[in-house]
Nanobody
Framework: QVQLVESGGGLVQAGGSLRLSCAAS????????MAWFRQAPGKEREFVAA????????YYADSMKGRFTISRDNAKNTVYLQMDTLKPEDTAVYYC??????????????????WGQGTQVTVSS
């Protein structure tokens, strides 16, 4: 089992920045590929970014490229999502997720075995 706990969400003005953190516990963190997804009210869950266990590869949804950065610190069992130049349409609950396929990045939610409880990000215009 892997337990994931997100933090760092909040209210920010458009153009601002936030850094989300996701602390993991339970298994060898570096064996897991990690990702961030988000879900806005009335919308389906959406892939945001993913990173392999060794940080060798990262992948972003098109709308986040250049604005969001995913990273991880395996010594701290933590994955991060730095979000810059935030827009009102980035408002959503953000979830981190872990997959046992540590060597790949995938946008497919069903391949992630573990999920956090989510953290709310609200961007005001």
């Amino acid at each position: 089992q892997v337990q994931l706990v997100e933090s760092g969400g909040g209210l920010v003005q458009a153009g601002g920045s936030l850094r989300l953190s996701c602390a993991a516990s339970g298994r060898t963190f570096s064996n897991y590929g990690m990702a961030w997804f988000r879900q806005a009210p009335g919308k389906e869950r959406e892939f945001v970014a993913a990173i392999t266990g060794s940080s060798s590869r990262r992948y972003y949804a098109d709308s986040m490229k250049g604005r969001f950065t995913i990273s991880r610190d395996n010594a701290k069992n933590t994955v991060y999502l730095q979000m810059d130049t935030l827009k009102p349409e980035d408002t959503a609950v953000y979830y981190c997720a872990a997959t046992g396929f540590g060597g790949v990045v995938t946008t497919t939610a069903r391949l992630y075995d573990y999920w956090g409880q989510g953290t709310q990000v609200t961007v005001s215009s």
